[in-house]
């Protein structure tokens, strides 16, 4: 019988985990087995301090493949169940890793942090605002640690760019930009039909309105629907955009000055140009973020394959004196007649691995994750802030202090409604 930390100690409320021994692990359970979620959950198995005891997904088809794969990276089976519940109230978790869609992120991480477990999670932080708001809200209450996965923000040479932004090398910067134009499939207009056997489509839906079930509004291709996600800003937009705003942050820290966590205003214009499909975000997009003496930039066209500054997806920061590149694994910086000036290269299969172990020392250690959710949550919204002046079709003004726009219709989307039984747990 394995005997987990919080079985002998108790659901301590600090986050610091004292007394572990050589031979102890961190028992994790993972809510989705299939594609990122599967991915994280190989990688967690693999780490030699983590043993996956337990999987939850909507989808029994998905188990056998899943189970298999861990089992060859630990050495044990793990258990699994149809519902994330079970895994919640299963005393000897420690950790709960959420890889599934955007809709179904914050209910569970707050469950989970009410649980006394830890909890690392996909992004976008939340389907929206709101629901980034109330997980952060719940780290902190319950005392737990919350790692959002923009994986960059524990990548070296994401840091080693930045480090040479902060020498003042660039100049006054007042601008920096991240793009898009890794190409997206068009998906068609499929049919409604039966969910397949095996599928708990009740549960895939949870909090999201009751529609019939189409396989468009499913497996991969959820996130191109109101409901479920955010878009291709919030799929790999997100991560970009986190490259180009610490990108600025550096740029101004090289003149004593700091960005402030909030942007005044954002305004975003585009549309579904492109794409005859059922996809309802935009697929060609621009977004401004507004801040005093800067702008943050992003361009998103997921169906036109020519990349920026030779990077299909990355982010560029431009100073009076030059300007550096970011790619995902890549930085160049440049002068201000366009030489090369140095450059820096990383690796991201280990800035993935260097992220779940950054999660596992805040947890052991104590202190915040690289990501922690407040950093999450910011990079998030940011994003939620761009669909939504898309979406109403306006600039908007932004109260960083409360959290919310100027303007009433704006605001309404800053949450959702939940279908019955599920709520936004209180915090």
Not at 57 to 74: E, L
Not at 144 to 172: D, F, H, N, P, W
Not at 328 to 337: E, G, H, I, P, T
Request: glycine share 10%; hydrophobic share 35%; proline share 6%.
């Amino acid at each position: 019988m394995r005997l987990s930390r919080r079985s002998f100690l108790g659901a301590a409320p600090a986050i610091r985990l004292t007394a572990q021994s050589p031979n102890e692990k961190f028992l994790a359970a993972g809510m989705g087995c299939r594609g990122r979620a599967r991915g994280l959950l190989y990688g967690f198995a693999a780490l030699p301090d983590v043993e996956v005891i337990a999987v939850a997904d909507v989808d029994s088809r998905q188990f056998a493949d899943a189970v298999k794969g861990i089992a060859q990276r630990q050495g044990r089976e793990p258990k699994t169940t149809g519902d994330f519940r079970r895994l919640l109230e299963d005393r000897d978790v420690d950790i709960l890793v959420i890889g599934t869609p955007d809709h179904w992120h914050a209910i569970p991480a707050i469950l989970a942090c009410q649980a006394g477990k830890h909890v690392y999670v996909e992004k976008p932080a939340g389907h929206n605002i709101r629901e980034g708001q109330r997980m952060l809200a719940a780290a902190r209450r319950y005392n737990r640690v919350m790692q959002v996965g923009i994986q960059s923000r524990s990548g070296t040479s994401y840091e080693a760019a930045c480090e040479y932004i902060r020498t003042g090398a660039l100049g006054k910067v007042h601008f920096a930009k991240g793009w898009e134009t890794t190409h997206q499939p068009n998906i068609g207009r499929p049919p409604d039909e039966p969910a397949p056997a095996g599928v708990d489509y009740e549960m895939w839906l949870g909090p999201a309105p009751k529609r019939p079930f189409n396989r468009n509004r499913f497996h991969s291709s959820w996130r191109w629907f109101f409901d479920y996600g955010s878009g291709d800003l919030g799929n790999d937009g997100v991560h970009r955009l986190d490259y180009a705003r610490r990108g600025l942050e550096a740029a101004l820290a090289a003149h004593g000055r700091k960005l402030p966590e909030w942007p005044s205003a954002v305004v975003a214009s585009g549309g579904k140009f492109y794409f005859d499909d059922a996809q309802e975000w935009p697929d060609t997009l621009l977004v401004s973020w507004e801040y005093p003496g800067a702008l943050l930039v992003y361009e998103m066209r997921i169906w036109s394959r020519p990349p920026l500054h030779e990077e299909p997806e990355g982010a560029a920061v431009f100073g009076e004196n030059g300007y550096v590149i970011i790619g995902n694994d890549v930085w160049r910086a440049y002068d201000a007649k366009g030489q090369l000036v140095t450059s820096g290269s990383g690796d991201g299969g280990e800035d993935d691995v260097r992220h779940k172990r950054d999660f596992l020392r805040a947890i052991r250690d104590g202190g915040r994750p690289s990501c922690d959710i407040a950093i999450g949550h910011v990079a998030s919204a940011l994003v939620h802030m761009g669909n939504i002046s898309w979406r109403t079709g306006r600039r908007l003004e932004w109260n960083g202090a409360r959290q919310e726009f100027s303007d009433p219709e704006a605001n309404r989307l800053l949450g959702r409604s939940y279908r019955a039984p599920w709520t936004l747990p209180e915090v």
